[in-house]
């Protein structure tokens, strides 16, 4: 299964866990849901699985640009995800670029992406 989709999976199966929990007010009642402990650790027990091929990609891409190793994984994810609009990574430069704050992008370079 792609990593993407197991984490919506997750995502969702937790925001319904959720939901129906916010309905139950009385906490013993909600918490002895039939199947609510092995829900619970499947749900962790794929979650574990895609930090793990997360951890991986983070992983590829500094080894591609060795600079990324000087960044937490949080940053990285950031810049990754805005990668297409340089102007929106400024703030990450000087983790980066030693000396460097920010750079100053030509007009055109920003409108050929």
Request: aromatic share 10%.
């Amino acid at each position: 299964m792609i990593d993407s989709r197991r984490f919506d999976l997750v995502n969702t199966e937790w925001t319904q866990l959720m939901r129906d929990t916010a309905t139950v007010p009385n906490v013993i009642e909600c918490c002895e849901r039939a199947d609510l402990y092995s829900s619970l650790q499947q749900l962790e027990s794929d979650l574990a699985t895609c930090q793990k091929a997360l951890t991986g990609y983070i992983e590829d891409k500094r080894r591609t640009f060795p600079r990324f190793y000087f960044i937490s994984s949080y940053e990285l994810l950031d810049i990754l995800s805005k990668g297409r609009n340089p102007t929106t990574i400024q703030h990450h430069m000087i983790n980066l670029f030693e000396n460097v704050a920010r750079l100053q992008f030509h007009e055109s370079i920003l409108k050929v992406r």
